[in-house]
C-alpha cells in the first residue's frame, strides 16, 4: 500500500511525480474497474471531446504523433497522449504539442488523490490517463489522440468510444500480461474495438488478422486493412502518395526514419479518413503539413554528429528487425563508415530475438544498462548473448558506455544507442547534461 500524503498537505510538482512515481512500484494491474470509477467521480471528462484511440505493439505511438500533427495541421485543438515519456514525465501529455505545464500535474494529482479516497487505489497508469483526460478537457481540446498502454482491453485508455480505432502490428512483446501466441496478443489489442466504430490495420499475421477480423464482425465494425483498403506509393525513400477508401493525397513527405513509418503516416491517415463521418476534414495541404511537422522522438533519431548519434528504442523482435533494416540500408550510402551499437536492455525482454537481427550490424558492441532496476545488467546481457556477440566491451555506466563508443566510431562513424526506450532517455537526458525522471514505465 502506498503512504498518502499527510491531510491538508498540498503536492507540488516534485513531490506529485514522487507520489506517482510510488504507485509504479507496485506494478501493473489490468482491469477497467477503477478506471471507470475514477473517470465518473471527475464527471466523465474523455466525453467532452472527441477521439481516435491507437493500439499495437509496435508504431502506434509514431502512429499517434502523427495523427496528432496532422489534426493540428487541419487547424484542430489537439491532445495527445502516449507513453512511457524519455526525459520528462510532462511528454505523456501535450496539447497542441506543449507538454502539461508543472502547476497542472501537481493539481490534477492532488485532485485524484482526494477523489481516488477512500475505497479506490488507481496505479501510475490509471492515475496519468485520468490526468490526460482531464487536462484536455479543461483545456477544451477538439481531438484527443489516445495510444494504448498495454495491451488494449483492459487498458486504462479503454473508456473511451472513439470516433475510430486502429491497430497498427502485432508482435510478440508483454506476453506475461497478454498471452504467449499472436492470437492471443491480437485478442487483446482488439478489445479496443467498440460496436459500429472503424477500425484501422496495419501490416498483421494471418493468425493476428483472423482473430481481430474476427472480433471488428461480432461488434459490427467497418475494417479498413492496409494494403486492401488504403495503400503508399512512392521510389524515393520517405516520399509518397496515399490512397483511400475516399481520400488520395500526392507530395507527401514523411520526416521519420525508417521504410516501416511509411505504414504508420498510412494508418495515420487512414484513421482521420475513417473518422470523417464524425466531422473531420483533412485537406492535401494538411495531410502534408502535418506529416512534415511529426517530431517523435527516441525512433530513429539523429541526436548528434561527429559522430552521429542515433537512438532508437527497439527493445523487441520486430522492432529490431526494422532497425536492422534501416542500418543496412545506411550502410549502403555509408559503406565504410564504422558503426558502433550501444545496447541495453529490460531484464523481461527478449535478449536473443531482439539481438539477432542487429548481431553482424555493429563494428563494435558496448553493453550498457539504464539506471532502474528493470534493467538488465550489462553483465547479466553478456552471459546470455556470449554466443551471438562473442567480444563485446561491457560498460555498466552509460557515460562511459557513450565515451567509448565515441571514441570507438571515431568522427567520421556512427553510434546507435538501442534496445530500451528507458536506455534512449537517460542517453537523450545525458546528452542534453539533464536527469531523467524515474517514472519511464
Not at 567480444?391 to 565515451?403: G, K, N, Y
Amino acid at each position: 500500500m502506498v503512504s498518502l500524503p499527510p491531510a491538508g498537505y498540498t503536492m507540488t510538482y516534485s513531490s506529485a511525480v514522487a507520489y506517482l512515481y510510488r504507485l509504479q512500484k507496485h506494478g501493473i494491474k489490468l482491469g477497467l474497474e477503477t478506471m471507470t470509477a475514477l473517470t465518473a467521480r471527475l464527471g466523465m471528462p474523455q466525453n467532452r471531446y472527441r477521439t481516435v484511440h491507437i493500439a499495437g505493439t509496435n508504431g502506434k505511438g509514431s502512429t499517434a504523433a502523427t495523427a496528432a500533427a496532422i489534426l493540428q495541421a487541419a487547424g484542430y485543438r489537439v491532445g495527445l497522449y502516449t507513453s512511457p515519456h524519455l526525459v520528462d514525465f510532462r511528454e505523456r501529455i501535450r496539447v497542441n504539442g506543449e507538454m502539461i505545464p508543472e502547476s497542472r500535474v501537481a493539481q490534477l494529482t492532488n485532485q485524484l488523490q482526494a477523489l481516488s479516497q477512500p475505497e479506490l487505489s488507481p496505479t501510475f497508469f490509471e492515475y496519468t490517463t485520468a490526468m490526460a483526460f482531464q487536462h484536455f478537457a479543461d483545456t477544451a481540446v477538439d481531438v484527443a489522440v489516445l495510444e494504448v498502454g498495454l495491451g488494449g482491453r483492459f487498458d486504462a485508455t479503454n473508456v473511451v468510444t472513439p470516433m475510430a480505432c486502429a491497430i497498427t502490428t502485432i508482435a510478440l512483446d508483454h506476453q506475461a500480461y497478454l498471452g504467449s501466441t499472436l492470437s492471443s496478443i491480437a485478442f487483446e489489442k482488439a478489445g479496443i474495438i467498440k460496436p459500429g466504430v472503424p477500425v484501422v490495420l496495419g501490416r498483421l499475421d494471418d493468425d493476428a488478422w483472423r482473430t481481430i477480423e474476427q472480433v471488428a464482425r461480432e461488434r459490427q465494425a467497418p475494417v479498413f486493412r492496409i494494403g486492401e483498403h488504403f495503400h503508399t506509393e512512392g521510389e524515393e525513400p520517405q516520399q509518397f502518395s496515399y490512397g483511400g477508401v475516399g481520400t488520395h493525397y500526392d507530395g507527401l513527405t514523411c520526416v521519420l526514419a525508417g521504410r516501416h513509418q511509411l505504414d504508420n503516416a498510412a494508418c495515420a491517415l487512414a484513421l482521420l479518413e475513417a473518422a470523417a463521418p464524425q466531422g473531420i476534414v483533412i485537406t492535401s495541404e494538411a495531410a502534408r503539413t502535418g506529416l512534415q511537422a511529426v517530431n517523435w522522438a527516441g525512433r530513429l533519431e539523429v541526436v548528434d554528429r561527429r559522430p552521429t548519434i542515433l537512438l532508437d528504442g527497439a527493445h523487441n523482435p520486430a522492432a529490431a528487425t526494422a532497425l536492422a533494416d534501416f542500418l543496412t540500408d545506411a550502410d549502403r550510402l555509408h559503406p565504410s563508415r564504422p558503426v558502433i551499437l550501444v545496447l541495453g536492455m529490460m531484464r523481461d525482454k527478449d535478449h536473443r530475438g531482439s539481438v539477432e537481427p542487429l548481431r553482424n550490424l555493429g563494428d563494435e558492441v558496448v553493453l550498457t544498462q539504464a539506471d532502474l532496476p528493470r534493467s538488465a545488467t550489462a553483465q547479466e546481457l553478456q552471459s546470455s548473448l556470449g554466443d551471438l556477440l562473442p567480444h563485446p566491451h561491457v560498460v555498466p555506466s552509460l557515460s562511459d558506455a557513450m565515451a567509448l563508443a565515441r571514441q570507438l566510431a571515431t568522427p567520421d562513424g556512427l553510434v546507435c544507442v538501442t534496445g530500451s526506450l528507458m536506455l534512449v532517455g537517460e542517453c537523450k537526458a545525458w546528452l542534453h547534461g539533464r536527469v531523467c525522471s524515474p517514472l519511464r514505465g
